[in-house]
């Protein structure tokens, strides 16, 4: 029990820490028994989804919907905050930042639920995903403040980034939205995901929101460019994915510590490649 602030900063793990101590027992175990056990973020985001499902765009509009779904994803960021600043230890703490991807987890699923062509089991894994991105991410993202991300980690982040950002970029190119929700959509989830993964590039606060915003900005001038249209969705949509995937990979080389020009040079070659999507995609009116 910790009482420094009279709330119980450290859970089960950190229970079975102090029995590994009095074996003996040290090293990276006991500093990542620091980060608690993901139950109530996972809880949290099963919540959040039902809360999601209630007030998908045939129950209550498609305006209300969206206003309902940003509220959610503001308050989803601001719980997460306030419950890791009461639960975890200082040097776990994930910050504001740790919050970008379960955000932007809540945005992509109220963007699904609002593409009414989709069939009922893709809306149900979208829904599983957004949970499991609620209640896992602030936990790597623990991980990452310790300074403990390995290689694995930052692949299951990579993976939860594209799951999240994958069905936004689908209605970013779907006619059944309107122009402006969309293309907000993209926006807003372009950044989140992309916050979340350049930080992970250690770049400075600084610099991690003006590459975000930067990259939200070229995903978005593709996502005019490519259009909304019916047919080919998932191609337009697959197009946008990998100008992300390169805009990102570019902004990190490029702001990171390392700065290889390599590197660069091979995240560019993405970027060039769906540069050369859109024009055949304009060219051929798919």
Known sequence: MDNRTGFRRRGHGYLADQARSALGITGEVRVLAEIPLPMVHTAFGLAVVAAEVLLRPEAVGLDRSAAADAGLAILTGLVLVAYDFLIYPSDSRPGPVGTALPMAAVLSFGTLLAIAVLPLPIRIAGGMIAAVVIGGVPRLAGRRALGKEGWFTRLVRDVS????????????????????????AVVAVVFLVSLDSLRTERLSIRLTILFALLVAAIVLGGSAVVGANSAHTGLRAAVLLVLWYGARGVAGAVGGPLRRPGLVAEYAVFVVAAGAGLIWINTTHL
């Not at 594209?162 to 969309?182: D, K, N």
């Open 161 to 184: 980034g594209i799951a999240v950002l994958a069905p936004v970029l689908l209605g970013g190119a779907s006619p059944t939205l309107p122009p402006r929700l969309r293309l907000a």
